[in-house]
Structures are given as structure tokens and as C-alpha cells.
């Protein structure tokens, strides 16, 4: 019995060290696709900080460009995070961890810097320089739509409900 607890208490331990890193990962990335994305536009660009669960990036452009790199810049990460986590989602089996890595990505990554009024988040930034918000709006409710339907395919298939 109590080597049942502690194995349970140590399962717990491993999988929550593991989900920070995950989260730390996808977090990481999420900022360098920032940083990519800039300097692709010929800005001047880094890593401000990287915390588990936010961090913050800087670009300075050394002329005038137009508004729509720094709407780009901003959209970037949610992007491209939303398109590999879904082809991480579709490409590995039912019961593979993979699938786990791509749920992280979209709800720690994608869904809170894509929500449009979450103020801080990316999206909301892109509204702020100029974005159009019923298209950043749109965005996120394909986004939400594809996530969701997922998972709730997932707890339907797996009879879990």
C-alpha cells in the first residue's frame, strides 16, 4: 500500500516536471518564432524574457516600414504553433504522448495569444498597430473551432464521457 502511494506521488511529481517543461518549450519557441519572423523583415531583434508561462520579445526596424510586419510579427507564433501542433495532432496515433505536446501548444501557446482582447496577448498587439479585429476575431474562432473539436472528438472516441 504505501509503495502504491508513493508511486503515485512520484507519477505526479515526474508528469507536472514534465508539463512545465513542455509548457517552458513551447513558451520558448513561441518567442523565437517572434524573433525569426523580425529579423526576416530586416529588424534588429531578441528575447526579452522567457518565464513558464509568458515571456516578451523586442524588434526595432532601423527604417520606416509598414504597419502590416509588425501585425505579421505579432500573428507569427500563434500561427505557425496552431498549424504544427494540429499536424503533430493528426500525424501520431491515438495514444501517443505527441498528442499530449500538441494539446500544450495550443492551450498554453496558441489560445492565449491569439484571444483578441486578452490585453498582452499577440492578437491584441496586432489590433492595437492596425490589425483589422474582425479578421483577428475570425482567427481565433477557426482556431477555437479546430482545438475544440478535436478534443471533444478525443473524450467522444474514447467513450470518457
Excluded at 508539463?19 to 517552458?24: A, D, E
Excluded at 513551447?26 to 526576416?40: D, F, W
Aim: proline content about 3%; cysteine-free; glycine content about 6%.
Amino acid at each position: 500500500m504505501i509503495k502504491k502511494v508513493i508511486s503515485v506521488i512520484l507519477g505526479i511529481i515526474l508528469f507536472g516536471i514534465i508539463g512545465i517543461l513542455i509548457t517552458q518549450a513551447s513558451t520558448t519557441i513561441h518567442e523565437e518564432i517572434h524573433v525569426i519572423v523580425a529579423k526576416l523583415f530586416g529588424a534588429d531583434a531578441g528575447i526579452n524574457k522567457i518565464d513558464v508561462y509568458t515571456g516578451s520579445s523586442s524588434y526595432e526596424f532601423v527604417k520606416d516600414v509598414s504597419k502590416s510586419y509588425d501585425i505579421l510579427i505579432a500573428m507569427a507564433p500563434s500561427l505557425i504553433l496552431f498549424f504544427v501542433a494540429w499536424y503533430i495532432w493528426e500525424s501520431f496515433g491515438e495514444n501517443s504522448i505527441m498528442r499530449a505536446v500538441a494539446l500544450v501548444m495550443w492551450l498554453y501557446s496558441v489560445f492565449p495569444s491569439s484571444f483578441p482582447i486578452l490585453p498582452g496577448s499577440d492578437f491584441y498587439y496586432a489590433i492595437q498597430v492596425g490589425a483589422n479585429p474582425i479578421f483577428m476575431w475570425i482567427i481565433w474562432i477557426f482556431i477555437s473551432g479546430v482545438v475544440w473539436y478535436n478534443i471533444i472528438e478525443e473524450i467522444e472516441d474514447r467513450k470518457i464521457f
